[in-house]
């Protein structure tokens, strides 16, 4: 049988919020697939698009981002420029051809443990169903790894 | 020119005025002042285009204490109103003299205003609504999408010629030209070279076409910026290379900028 595909997910969390909900998830023992790598960030708000291109450009096969739930970000409206960005980001990948649900962006706040472990579960299992994230590389022979 | 352009610079309203002059029988931009006032030529419609507000911004980057006249074009007077709105031109230091395009550029160009507000030469031709290519892209399945970019991508030699000419990149650090973004040494460089030009076109982008026209590649550039602006616009109700409003991405906040709906 061939092996299951396990994809590579990046997670950039907010620390005050989302983080601290991933956090949670781990001292409580919840569930969820070790496919993420996570990094921290101080708002979601300082992600840009190209963070989230550069990361498919590393090879990532989906991406999420998540921060404090609108009206909770710490720097008060950090995370208005995060949709902002976001949803204009998921729109071009779309345009360029790439799955847009290989993205996503999640609200999570310091005591949704539990919906940490659930989105990263769904996630991954989404990401998994649509297999490996097409290259980046724009010449064939690279594409292919030669 | 030779009326208007002579009474703007005699009367001293402007230090310098950038307009044409014909060399080798093309139309040439050319930095006129009060001294060459003798040398001005009458307008005539013509085809050929250079980013002139881009060489404006550069006249008025090294002479920032003088005020510029220039001629424009629809886009170019577009291009000028993302320059102020971006703080790198100031409205009172720049004064306008506009010229229509001829129909036929207009048409190749796939324009939807060629002409400027101040319209001081020629006639306003028909606009063009509509652009073939960005419809048939719209129109293709996600898969064939992602396999045509890559068709057009991978003959791109990374010359840089897409925003050298571009009337709207500013900037004097380039996100192109960053070592950890963009992994260099790789020819033709990869999607995301592409994708973060569009993301910074978004909301600045006025649809000159410039860079495709420069491209020494064809890569239609022109469909990819053309689509992100049209995502600005139906997500944030926000119109690039109009007199008022900011991009969306300049400013924090402005819940009126959000999106409808589920948060
Ligand atoms: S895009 Fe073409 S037709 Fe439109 S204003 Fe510019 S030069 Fe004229
Ligand atoms: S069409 Fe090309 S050159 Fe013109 S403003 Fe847009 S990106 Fe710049
Ligand atoms: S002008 Fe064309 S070939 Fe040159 S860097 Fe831009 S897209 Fe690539
Ligand atoms: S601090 Fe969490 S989104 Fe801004």
């Known amino acids: 049988m061939a092996e299951r595909f396990e994809p590579r997910i990046l997670a950039i969390l907010c620390n005050w919020c989302s983080y601290a909900g991933a956090d949670l998830a781990g001292v409580s023992r919840f569930q969820y697939p070790p496919n993420v790598r996570v990094i921290r ?3 979601s708000g300082t992600v840009s698009p190209h963070h989230v291109i550069h990361a498919f450009q590393r090879g990532a096969d989906g991406v999420l981002v998540a921060g404090c739930h609108i009206g909770d970000c710490h720097y008060l409206k950090g995370n208005y420029m995060t949709l902002k960005r976001m949803k204009f ?21 310091s005591a949704e443990g539990v919906k940490f472990a659930e989105v990263i579960r769904d996630f991954t299992e989404k990401v998994r169903s649509l297999g490996p994230a097409p290259s980046f590389e724009a010449s064939p022979r690279l594409a292919m790894g030669l | 020119m030779k009326t208007k352009v002579r009474q703007l610079l005699e009367e001293g309203r402007v230090d310098a005025f950038i307009a044409y002059k014909t060399v080798h029988g093309l139309p040439f931009p050319t930095v006129f002042t009060k001294a060459d006032v003798g040398v001005l030529e009458t307008w005539q419609p013509f085809k050929a285009r250079y ?3 881009k060489l404006l911004l550069a006249q008025a980057r090294q002479n920032p204490d003088k005020t510029f006249g220039v001629l424009v074009r629809g886009c170019e007077e577009r291009s000028l109103y993302e320059l102020f709105k971006w703080n790198q031109l100031h409205p009172d230091k720049v004064v306008v003299l506009g ?14 205003k060629p002409y400027p507000d101040h319209l001081d030469y020629g006639e306003a031709p028909k606009p063009v609504q509509e652009s073939r290519r960005l419809g048939e892209l719209h129109g293709m399945p996600e898969t064939d999408r992602l ?6 991508f991978n003959r791109c030699i ?26 260099t040494g790789k020819l033709p460089p990869d999607t995301s070279f592409h994708l973060v030009r569009a993301v910074h076109m978004a909301g600045r982008c006025i649809d000159c076409g410039l860079c495709e026209e420069t491209c020494p590649s064809h890569i239609p550039l022109r469909a990819l910026y053309k689509h992100v602006n049209s995502l600005v616009e139906g997500i ?28």
């Open chain 1, 89 to 109: 980001v998921q729109e071009l990948i779309r345009f360029a051809g790439y799955n847009p649900e290989r993205f996503r962006l999640e609200w999570i706040s």
């Open chain 2, 147 to 152: 396999a045509w970019w890559l068709g057009h």
């Open chain 2, 236 to 263: 944030f109700q926000y119109k690039t290379g109009v007199p008022d409003g900011k991009s969306p991405f300049t400013m924090l906040g402005e819940e009126s900028f959000l999106p409808t709906g589920v948060r």
């Open chain 1, 41 to 43: 960030v101080m708002c």
């Open chain 2, 99 to 112: 010229q229509a395009c001829p129909q036929d550029l207009a048409f190749y160009c796939e324009c939807p």
């Open chain 2, 51 to 53: 980013p002139v507000t």
């Open chain 2, 158 to 183: 990374r010359c840089y010629g897409c925003r050298d000419v571009c009337p709207v990149c500013f900037c004097t650090e380039c996100s192109l030209e960053h070592k950890e973004l963009i992994p």
